[in-house]
């Protein structure tokens, strides 16, 4: 079996944070998380807020190393035997979308800056004007109005179409899209989740992708985690995950999905008993983790060590 | 509505952008309402001119952007014509605002605590502890621990950063909260339970909110009345119920048939 594009492997990270006055906290960020991510395929992160989704992003593109455990690219750990071209190569294959179309572009360049540069890093100065229209018609903006303006006279999906065209730019085998549609309105969220899914299916571009929405991680991602506290709690093909969740963490998550029928000021009891119920489910899901239940094919459910089934 | 229960009377607003090409007209004669007490949604295309309004409403809109015309009434007040002080004292304490990138917009040299302190001091002349038991109080409100006060905002995830931003929009107890996209990086069951935290305050203490969204769904959820914008214009408004259940706008049905869905899911 040949290695996939992406593993992580037992990967935790631990922030020190070091108040002016008093002790230091320690922030368990990542716990022992594995996964991995095939070519041409995309890995949704969902969960809790703060449980450490963009964290595994961040360790992705080595803005810094985890405390333990190995991340593997094409089965070579990213972290050990270093070298400058290699740096240099793994800069190229892997790039991250960041979630703020605001601040993600440089406001003083325009969007042929943005994506020369890149561009002849990658294939050098041949053909660039034609290279440059292709990128942009790539992610469906047109080159004639698009390739003189500045980022500030683009609407957020076009901004966000404009990261995705440098991350094309420079060759990406590995996309980290943190959250790259939750500014957007419906339909410019859908051209951009198309554009991803043309990505994976005519380039071969894998995702990491790191979202709140979970009708879109069905929409676009083969295989879906669910992230509480630094762990993953469930993680599988997304269509199971998702429609038939077992750990009582994803399901509280599934069922809080917004439902325009059921509106918050109904019944004041309803609105009590999922807050009842989303503490019972916290205290129970911040256990360290004794294990992963396989409860269909590559479908992992994890256990606490206190559960005595 | 009576006008006795207005809160907030939006009337015939034009807000324009000077660009170097000329004028872009972003807000075409807007008029809204928002009794006291009511929850309003707002809705529309990417670049329709929502956070134009919410930034109107709180004369926080800068150049190149203008008012051209109309009128903003707070409790019968012209807003427009208030002075540098009454502005200044008005903004946070009466109303104020959850901006749509809160993400970013915590000062980065300041703890969590001290940019709670800076606005406390600011109106309220709070001491250091009252302070801090107050920021502590906040925070917990909207689920993240009394120990994250001497955290600096890059030391918090984006849904912790943006639920700060939240706690502080709601601590001087304002009569109306523009919340411009406040809970885009916040997982659906924190979503939840802090929108639904919301809704029992508001009865309660007793306050309005503008709440700008993407989220049909949640909207629908969420608000007691709807208006939907398009190009800078509101082409439908009324209540939520009804227009969930039955909108008159082409346009409005174009959105709610674009409300994503987990696919094949039972509806
Ligand atoms: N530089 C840092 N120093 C200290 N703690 C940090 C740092 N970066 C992240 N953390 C902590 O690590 C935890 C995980 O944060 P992370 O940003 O990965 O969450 P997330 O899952 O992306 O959340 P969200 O959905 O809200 O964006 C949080 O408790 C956060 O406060
Ligand atoms: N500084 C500016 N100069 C020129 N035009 C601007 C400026 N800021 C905003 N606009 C334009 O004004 C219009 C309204 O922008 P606004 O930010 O209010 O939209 P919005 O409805 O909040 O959109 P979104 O849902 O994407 O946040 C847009 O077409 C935008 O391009
Ligand atoms: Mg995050
Ligand atoms: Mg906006």
């Known amino acids: 079996m040949t290695a996939p594009l992406l593993s992580l492997e037992g990967v935790s990270k631990t922030f020190h944070v070091r108040p002016v006055l008093g002790a230091v906290r320690r922030v368990d960020a990542l716990r022992n998380i594995t996964f991995a991510i095939e070519p041409g395929t995309a890995l949704a992160l969902v969960g809790e807020s ?260 | 509505m009576e006008t006795a229960k207005r809160l907030l009377s939006v009337q015939n607003l034009c807000v324009d952008y000077l660009t170097p090409t000329g004028i872009f007209h972003a807000v075409r004669n807007v008029s809204l309402d928002i009794g006291q007490n009511e929850i309003l949604g707002l809705a529309g295309e990417s670049g329709c001119g929502k956070s134009t309004i919410a930034f109107s409403i709180l004369r926080m809109h800068r150049p190149p952007a203008f008012i051209s015309d109309g009128k903003i009434l707070f409790e019968g007040e012209d807003v427009l014509a208030f002075s540098r002080r009454r502005l200044e004292a008005w903004r946070w304490s009466e109303a104020s605002m959850v901006f749509q990138s809160a993400m970013n917009s915590l000062n980065p040299v300041l703890t969590v605590f001290e940019q709670f302190r800076d606005m406390l001091a600011r109106h309220e002349k709070l001491g250091r502890d009252a302070a801090r038991a107050k920021a502590g109080e906040m925070l917990a409100m909207v689920g993240i621990s009394e120990d994250r006060l001497d955290s600096f905002p890059h030391q918090l995830s984006g849904g912790m950063r943006q639920r700060v931003v939240l706690a502080m929009a709601l601590t001087l107890r304002p009569r109306l909260i523009v919340m411009d996209e406040p809970t885009t990086a916040l997982d659906v069951v924190v979503q939840r339970e802090i929108l639904q935290e919301i809704v029992a305050l508001r009865k309660t203490l007793g306050f309005s909110v503008l709440f700008i969204t993407h989220d049909l769904a949640l909207m629908a959820q969420f608000a007691d009345r709807i208006a939907i914008m398009l190009e800078g214009r509101i082409v439908e408004e009324g209540e939520a119920r009804s227009l969930v259940a039955e909108p008159q706008h082409e346009y409005t049905r174009k959105l709610w048939a674009a409300m994503p869905r987990i696919e094949g899911a039972a509806a």
Do not use: W
């Open chain 1, 50 to 309: 703060g449980s450490g989704k963009s964290t595994c992003g961040r360790a992705v593109i080595r803005h810094f190393e985890p405390s333990a455990g190995t991340v593997r690219f094409r089965g070579e750990n990213i972290f050990e035997n270093r070298t400058r071209s290699g740096d240099r190569a793994y800069l190229r294959a892997v790039q991250m979308v960041f979630q703020d179309p605001f601040s993600s572009l440089n406001p003083t360049h325009t969007i042929r800056h943005h994506l020369e540069r890149p561009l002849r890093l990658h294939g050098g100065g041949a053909n660039i004007e034609a290279r440059l229209r292709q990128t942009l018609s790539d992610v469906e903006l047109d080159p004639d109005t698009t390739l003189e303006k500045f980022p500030h006279q683009l609407s957020g999906g076009q901004r966000q179409r404009v990261s995705f065209a440098r991350a094309l730019a420079v060759g990406a085998e590995l996309i980290v899209a943190d959250e790259p549609t939750s500014m957007l309105d419906v339909s410019i969220r859908k051209s951009v989740l198309d554009l991803m899914r043309r990505l994976k299916e005519e380039r071969n571009i894998a995702f990491l992708y790191i979202t709140h929405d979970i009708a879109t991680a069905h929409y676009i991602a083969e295989e879906t985690a669910v992230m509480y506290a630094g762990q993953v709690m469930e993680r599988g093909p997304s269509d199971a995950v998702i429609r038939n969740p077992h750990h009582p963490y994803s399901r509280l998550l599934i069922s809080a999905v917004p439902d325009p029928s059921k509106r918050f000021d109904a019944n004041e009891d309803d609105a009590l008993a999922f807050t009842r119920q989303a503490e019972a489910v916290r205290a129970g899901a911040t256990q360290p983790i004794a294990g992963y239940r396989e409860v269909a094919p590559g479908h992992f459910v994890a256990y606490a060590e206190s559960d005595n089934d």
